[in-house]
Every structure is written in C-alpha cells, then in structure tokens.
C-alpha cells in the first residue's frame, strides 16, 4: 500500500514540473528594475530562480555558522548552547558521586556546577561535604562562604551545615559558636536547639543544656519521656562537676554542689538517681554524715535498692542508729539482696561479726553478687577460714568476669614447674 502512495507522490510531482515547464516555455513573462542609472531587466522566472538562489545562500551561510558554533561547544562544554545541558549532568553526577563516597569527582562536578546553577545551594553544600571528606578544610569553608555571599537569605541553611562539618572535624567550641549565633538570631528554632541541645550533650556543658531545657520544652522539641530523660541526665551532669574539688578545696566543692542541688525542684531532689549522684558527691567529698541523713529521710518515703547500696557505704553520726534503721527496712523487704548486704557492711561498722556474716550470706542466697562475695570474703579471710575466703575470692572474680566485655586474650601458658 505504500509503494501505491509513493508512486501517487512522484507522478503528480512528475505532473506539475511538467505543467511549470510548460508554462515558462509559454508564458515567459518580464521584470525590470530602473532606479537612477541602475537598471535590471529579466525574465519572470530568471527573477524567481535568482531570490531562490539568494535565499539558499543564505540557508547554506547560517548553517555553516552553527557549524562553527557546534565544533567551538565540543572544545569547550560549557558554551552556552550546552550550558543547561552539561550543568544538569553535573549535578546528577556530582551527588551519585557524592552518595557513593567518590569525594574527589563529587567535588569537581558539584563545584563547576554551583558556579553556574541559578539555584546552587545544594550543589555548594555538596561540594563543601565533599572538601571535608577529603579533608580539605580550607577549601571547604570557602565554599560555604561563596554560598552565602550568593544566596545571603540561606544563612541559616549554611551554618548549619558548617557546624555540622565543625564537630565532625572535632571542632566542638567553633560549632557552639556558630550555633550559638543562630540561635541569637532564630531564637525559636527548632533544629538549631536540637543542634544545641546534642552538642551540649556531647561536650558536657550542662550548665547550657539546663538553661537550654525551658525553650526545648516550650518548642515541643523533644517528646515528653525524652525530655525528661534528658533533664535527668543534664543534673547528673551538672551535680557531678560541681563536686568536682578545684583550686579551692573540699569545702568550696561543698559548698558549689550544695547550691546546685539547691537548684532542683523538689520533685526532682527526690529522683532516686538524682539522690544517688548527690549523695556519693557528698561522701566523696567526706560530708557522710550529711549523705546518711539524705538517704534515711529520702528511703523511708520512697525505698529504692539503689539508695539502700549506697547508705551501707557511708559512715553516719551514729553507726547503731544507721544499722537500727536499715533493719527496719528488712521487715518489708526481707528478700532484697542489696538491703541485706547493706546490713552486713553496717554490722561490720557496729563490729558484728558474726551477724555481718549473717546478712551476707542471706545475700548471696537471693543474688550471687561479685560485691556480696567479696565482703564476706574479706570478713571469712580475717575468721581464719582462709579456703572459704579464696572460693568466694575466685567466685566473686568469675561473676566480674561475665559483666566484661569480650576481649581478645592470649592462649594460656603451660605451667612452669619447680
């Protein structure tokens, strides 16, 4: 069917070359162009042959120009009949590149591609990852700082980004400075506080993290639990360097963390682990009397085995009161291990032997505990039953062994005999 439409084609164009042919041949007609001394007279279609002739010349000139412009675009790329073209590859490249840790390529595309892209933000801080990565410091601040001197209204974008870089780069002061900034000037921010927030957690400044706490709240950062876990964690922080003893002594740590624990709401002076970290400040710092008291106040309204550790450390006022008391505990809680190995460190301080012995061995039938083992273990040795005192030693060392990690060691040595 198509031959039969192809054969149609050229027998009518056959027809009407003929009929044209026919028409010059009979009808010649006449053209003339006088004007001054200028004079030009020729057939009608000489005249339609010449424009023809003219217009093609024309047609073949602008063709061998783009000719020209199409070889000068192979030299160079970027010309800009292949500018949006080559840019566009760039870009998909550059972050494939960058996605698949190719640094140096995804540096080289991203860059030659921001310079050029109208809209470069992405392909800046692409490029200035890239520069990081290969660790090309330098190279990749300046990228950031062309990104913001072209896009000035993504400052924040950018500094984000920069003191992401900074505290990978183990930068930490440099990334609280430049968070710290945007924060003055986003106050209400969500990710800048949850930027903040993180890297106070990982330097410790949880002095800044307690009074960045209310914002993070009022914004709906965190979630409630998480809030709260947070919060927790910061006092700890904060209690346990403030008993940290400086150029002024025990009695100026005292006094520091005594103001600090003074900061708490009351809910919170009455968090288990909040008293816990407190209370061991306190000893450490050689305030016992004042620990023993917290932790018998705060356990008669709310036992935790945690606190009931701790109190058998500390060394009160009154040794026989302090054993009198947690032995009204036990009445409750006969089955708690920790409470009874409690009471066994106190009848050591009261010079109990025989009960101390008691209690730690009732421990030690609720909980085999490397702590329990080595108290009665200690107290066995000064008995003189020096082989139930090595047992308890080696069970003890067994129980901490479980608790560490797994470690390579090396193979065990033959014996060496005598």
């Known amino acids: 069917m198509k031959r039969v439409y192809l054969l149609l084609v050229v027998l009518a164009v056959a027809a009407g070359l003929a009929l044209l042919a026919l028409a010059v041949a009979e009808h010649k007609g006449y053209v003339l162009f006088a004007y001054q001394g200028f004079r030009y007279e020729s057939s009608l279609w000489a005249f339609l042959a010449l424009i023809a002739v003219v217009w093609l010349a024309f047609y073949l000139l602008r063709l061998l120009l783009r000719l020209v412009l199409v070889s000068v675009g192979l030299v160079n790329p970027w010309s800009g009949l292949h500018r949006s073209r080559r840019v566009r590859q760039a870009c998909e490249q550059g972050f494939l590149d960058l996605a698949e840790g190719r640094w140096v390529r995804a540096l080289r595309h991203l860059r030659r591609a921001a310079e050029v892209e109208a809209q470069p933000l992405m392909h800046y801080l692409g490029a200035a990852r890239a520069a990081h990565k290969l660790e090309q410091y330098e190279d990749s601040d300046a990228l950031l700082e062309q990104a913001l001197k072209r896009l000035p209204d993504a400052e924040l974008a950018i500094a984000l980004s920069h003191a992401e870089l900074q505290q990978e780069r183990g930068q930490a002061d440099a990334a609280r400075d430049t968070l710290e900034a945007m924060s003055e000037r986003h106050p209400h921010h969500r990710q800048v506080l949850r930027k903040l927030q993180r890297l106070y957690q990982q330097t410790g400044a949880w002095s800044e993290l307690l009074g960045l706490l209310p914002e993070l709240r009022k914004q709906k950062v965190l979630g409630a639990a998480e809030l709260h876990e947070l919060e927790l964690q910061a006092w700890r922080g904060r209690l346990a360097v403030a008993g940290k003893i400086d150029e002024g002594g025990a009695e100026s740590a005292l006094a520091t963390l005594a103001q600090a624990w003074q900061q708490l709401s009351s809910t919170l002076r009455q968090d288990p682990e909040l008293l ?116 308890l030693f080696q069970e003890g060392l067994g129980l901490l062994d479980q608790r560490l990690g797994s470690l390579p060691l090396p193979a065990r040595l033959p014996a060496v005999s005598r």
Do not use: I
């Open 276 to 391: 816990a970290v407190y209370a061991e400040q306190l000893r450490v710092l050689g305030a016992e009397h004042e620990a023993e008291a917290l932790l018998q106040h705060a356990l008669k309204s709310n036992y935790d085995n945690r606190l009931v550790r701790l109190y058998g450390l500390l060394h009160g006022r009154d040794p026989g009161r302090q054993l009198q008391a947690a032995e009204g505990w036990l009445k409750q809680h006969p089955r708690d291990a920790a409470l009874l190995l409690t009471l066994g460190r106190l009848c050591l301080q009261n010079q109990l032997w025989g009960k101390a012995r008691e209690y730690f061995e009732s421990s030690l039938a609720f909980e085999r505990h490397p702590e329990t083992c080595a108290e009665l273990a200690r107290l066995l040795a000064r008995l003189g039953e020096t082989e139930q005192s090595n047992r």
